[in-house]
């Protein structure tokens, strides 16, 4: 798990060929202007997700984890609290593994938090549970971008 300011981006370019695209499509557009749904960067290897939701407090949090795809998480607006944690500390099973999805939900009680502000992104390889969307006090409407990028 990787969690930084967006101005540092580039220190992260050498883990993945096609993180750069995912970052410049981050970097290169006014994405408080685009409406919610999918965006092809890559085809079949990198998309974005843009997305407007309301947080939720920690307790209706849910551990998702990834195979295929490494996220990037970035705010566009607003602030989020995600949770996050070693795949080995999360030993059982919520809900099986999606192959379509790309999503698996555990369960496990060794963890971290983060605040993730307007200009922070966090990335999430496949080794890394993770829960987004929490609140850091109130629930509020925020918007964000997950660039999904093949591994």
Known sequence: MIFD????????????????????????????????GRYEIIKDKVFANVQTLTTKQKE??????????IDIQYIIKGSECMGYGL???????????????????????????????????????PNDVHAPMLSIEDDIEIKKVIVKVAV
């Open 60 to 69: 209706l949090k849910r551990w998702e984890v990834h195979r295929k795809y």
């Open 87 to 125: 795949l080995k500390d999360f030993n059982d099973i919520e809900e099986k593994y999606d192959e379509i999805k790309d999503v698996e939900f555990l369960k496990g009680n060794k963890f971290n938090y983060i605040n993730v502000e307007k200009g922070n992104f966090a990335i999430f390889f």
């Open 5 to 36: 300011e967006i101005a540092n981006f580039e220190q992260y370019l050498s883990l993945n060929k096609d993180l750069k695209a995912g970052f410049d499509f981050i970097k290169n557009n006014n994405l408080e202007t685009f409406k919610d």
